[in-house]
């Protein structure tokens, strides 16, 4: 909203502010990622429906640029129109939705395999995926150990459409994870 009511450079400015808040409050923060905005046709009380994408496109360069000097990801859901409610602002329940959680997912999935292969001393992670019944891929991580007492803890978490299975045997650790489009 805040591109559509103040454009893209002050909105940019508040996006600095608050990557800068974010890394002061929370110093061992380690990854930082940042959705870019999706197309828009709903006019705002700047621009109209015309204008609304090209500052929409000029905030997204913007944010690129911003992530490059300060160090964070830019999560890209490639929303396009036809992803948008009838509203033309928010995306849609079916398609849209799918689409940022799905880049969410991807982003998560490739950070948590970089930063346990980091603790890890770069050790490779052996990986296999399943298929089940609904054809998505299931990704089983195996984590080896340096020694008995390490040990890699994560919680269970479980939502309708995103089950994550974490256990531990022995000196092995597992990560099993539903990934759609893992990259």
Known sequence: NDVGNIGATAAIKQCRELINLTRELFPKLQEIGWIALSPRSKPSRLYNSEEIGIHYHHFNQLLAELGKEMNFDIIYANLQTQHLHIDGLHPSISSGRNLIENALLNW??????????????????????????????????????????????????????????HYNDKNKNYIQSNMNNYN
Request: net charge positive; hydrophobic share 20%; aromatic share 6%.
């Open 108 to 165: 998560f999935n490739k950070k948590i395999i970089l930063l346990t292969n980091q603790k890890l001393n770069e050790k490779p992670i052996q990986c296999s995926t399943t298929y089940d019944n609904q054809t998505r891929p299931k990704t089983l991580l195996l984590l080896s150990n340096k020694d008995k007492g390490s040990k890699f803890t994560h919680n269970s978490n479980k939502h309708d459409n995103n089950e994550n299975d």
